[in-house]
DNA sequence: CTTTTAAGTAACCTTGATTATTACACTCGT
DNA sequence: ACGAGTGTAATAATCAAGGTTACTTAAAAG
């Protein structure tokens, strides 16, 4: 299966926000860290954005913050604020309707992939990015 | 999100064989369901093989067949079959090391993206190929 | 009010993965 | 031996994602 970084890298962006502790920061910066362009970047925070989780300004001075604590924001919230479609792809072409299977196994499909898919949400959910900051921060420690 | 189809062909594929009861269905007749190259199927089935799902057989009259009933064949499995890598990615590019998050977020998106696909993993291991026979009956009997 | 900093955004390129297609060798039953 | 059908390689065609450049817009600072 192949999926975009795209999730890796939101909750890179917010676990260095988190670390920043309210200090605004700039998508350059941020850029910096994660190894990518600033577009790239900026192009993620506008999710971030819609889904309410970070708060940017624009000008002089400006960059970006959490608009929530770090204990408040779970991973399925990042997941689904940045990851639009589903996980699961079925064929462009569809099935042969003639066939018995072929004519409805994409509702059955469906089910699975929607329960599938819910399963892994809730698992997310179940870490915020207070505890992924806690990790970063306890693994700096050791190194 | 860009991701393979290659979940869902194989159970379409092993639910024409699991509606088939055993008769040998060629990789042509597959094809004709799922409405797509016989050597998209033949790949698909090496994989099956390779988990020991299905049965092939070479030469005149050959074909592929279920090698376990259907109630004994779960869709975990045949995830896991067809599906080589992991379901999230990082990006290409590596973090700036330099940065206390990015040099240890790579840990800690591990940690999370293998929890999350395990959970997945446990919700699709619910269902059995048999399961999704019945719901596919089913549903020709209602249209 | 001008300058400077940085986000918003459009346009385009590059890359990589996947499906699709063609072609051919190999097996096995008849 | 013949024919049906799998195994497999090579290649093309698609397509989405990340990357890059360039330009516009907003807001702070002087």
Redesign the interface.
């Known amino acids: 299966?192949?999926?975009?970084?795209?999730?890796?890298?939101a909750?890179?962006v917010l676990?260095?926000l988190a670390?920043q502790e309210g200090d605004r920061v700039t998508s350059a910066a941020l850029a910096?860290?994660?190894?990518?362009n600033p577009v790239i970047i900026r192009r993620l925070l506008l999710a971030l954005q819609k889904a309410g989780l970070v708060d940017t300004c624009r000008g002089a001075g400006a960059g970006s913050r959490l608009s929530r604590s770090p204990k408040r924001i779970n991973?399925a919230e990042i997941y689904r604020s940045v990851?639009?479609?589903?996980?699961?792809?079925?064929?462009?072409?569809?099935?042969?309707n003639a066939?018995?299977?072929?004519?409805?196994?994409l509702?059955?499909?469906d089910?699975?992939f929607t329960?599938?898919?819910?399963?892994?949400e809730?698992?997310?959910a179940k870490?915020t990015l207070a505890d992924?900051i806690a990790?970063?921060k306890a693994?700096?420690a050791c190194?």
């Open positions: 299966m192949r999926t975009s970084c795209r999730f890796a890298m909750v890179h676990a260095v670390y910096g860290s994660i190894n990518t991973l990851e639009a479609c589903e996980s699961f792809a079925t064929p462009s072409k569809k099935p042969n066939c018995p299977v072929g004519h409805c196994i509702e059955a499909l089910v699975i329960s599938a898919q819910s399963a892994m809730r698992d997310l870490t992924v990790r970063v693994s700096g190194k």
